[in-house]
T-cell receptor, first 115, second 111 residues
Framework: NAGVMQNPRHLVRRRGQEARLRCSPMKGHSHVYWYRQLPEEGLKFMVYLQKENIIDESGMPKERFSAEFPKEGPSILRIQQVVRGDSAAYFC?????????????FGPGTRLTVL | QQQVKQSPQSLIVQKGGISIINCAYENTAFDYFPWYQQFPGKGPALLIAIRPDVSEKKEGRFTISFNKSAKQFSLHIMDSQPGDSATYFCAAIQPGNQFYFGTGTSLTVIP
C-alpha cells in the first residue's frame, strides 16, 4: 500500500514562471491537505480539499495560489508568477475521512526553489 | 497568530538522557493533540497523540503529558538515542480536521 506520493520532489522555477505541485493521496483517502514549510518554521496550513470540493482555503494566499482535487487524478497546488518568497517545502497530507481524531499521513514534500 | 506555541526551538541532549518539548495553546475547541517526527528530507510522521480527557499517554520511550487546565502538553523522550535526532512538531486539531502545528523543535542527541 503506497503512501502519499508527491511529485516532483524538487522543482526549480525562475521568477514569473508557474509551479505545479502534485499529490496522490493514499488509496482510499478522500481528504487532502496542503501545507507550506519555510526554513526554521513550522508547517503552515494552506488548504483542505475533498474530491472536487475546496473545504477550507483559509491559509491560501489571496493571489497566485490555487488548488484542486479533481474526481480523477492527483490534487494539484498551482502557484502562478512565482516569486522568491514562494521558495519553501510544500507538503501534502491525506486522511480517510472527516473525524476529529483522524491521522494525517504526509507525503515526502516538494521543495520549490525560485531563482 | 500562532495557535500553538512550541519550545524550545532547539534541544541538545546526551544519549540516555530525557528530552522534553513543550507546547501551549489557547483555543479550548482543540480536541486532539498529536506529535509528529520529521527527519531531514522527509515528511512528518505521526509519533504519538493524546485526547484532552487523558492526562498522560505512553508508548515505548515516548510519553505525552497533558495539562488541560493550563492548556499545555509536552513530549518526553526517555533514554534518548542518536536515532531520535529529528525535528518534532506538536499539533492541535479542532473539529472539522483543521490542524495547527507548532513551530518545531530540532532535537540533537549526542552519542
Amino acid at each position: 500500500n503506497a503512501g502519499v506520493m508527491q511529485n516532483p520532489r524538487h522543482l526549480v522555477r525562475r521568477r514569473g514562471q508557474e509551479a505545479r505541485l502534485r499529490c496522490s493521496p493514499m488509496k482510499g483517502h478522500s481528504h487532502v491537505y496542503w501545507y507550506r514549510q519555510l526554513p526554521e518554521e513550522g508547517l503552515k496550513f494552506m488548504v483542505y480539499l475533498q474530491k472536487e470540493n475546496i473545504i477550507d482555503e483559509s491559509g491560501m494566499p489571496k493571489e497566485r495560489f490555487s488548488a484542486e482535487f479533481p474526481k480523477e487524478g492527483p490534487s494539484i497546488l498551482r502557484i502562478q508568477q512565482v516569486v522568491r518568497g514562494d521558495s519553501a517545502a510544500y507538503f501534502c497530507a491525506s486522511s480517510p475521512q472527516l473525524a476529529s481524531y483522524n491521522e494525517q499521513f504526509f507525503g515526502p514534500g516538494t521543495r520549490l526553489t525560485v531563482l | 497568530q500562532q495557535q500553538v506555541k512550541q519550545s524550545p526551538q532547539s534541544l541538545i541532549v546526551q544519549k540516555g538522557g530525557i528530552s522534553i518539548i513543550n507546547c501551549a495553546y489557547e483555543n479550548t475547541a482543540f480536541d486532539y493533540f498529536p506529535w509528529y517526527q520529521q527527519f531531514p528530507g522527509k515528511g512528518p510522521a505521526l509519533l504519538i497523540a493524546i485526547r484532552p480527557d487523558v492526562s498522560e499517554k505512553k508508548e515505548g520511550r515516548f510519553t505525552i503529558s497533558f495539562n488541560k487546565s493550563a492548556k499545555q502538553f509536552s513530549l518526553h523522550i526517555m533514554d534518548s538515542q542518536p536515532g531520535d535526532s529529528a525535528t518534532y512538531f506538536c499539533a492541535a486539531i479542532q473539529p472539522g480536521n483543521q490542524f495547527y502545528f507548532g513551530t518545531g523543535t530540532s532535537l540533537t542527541v549526542i552519542p
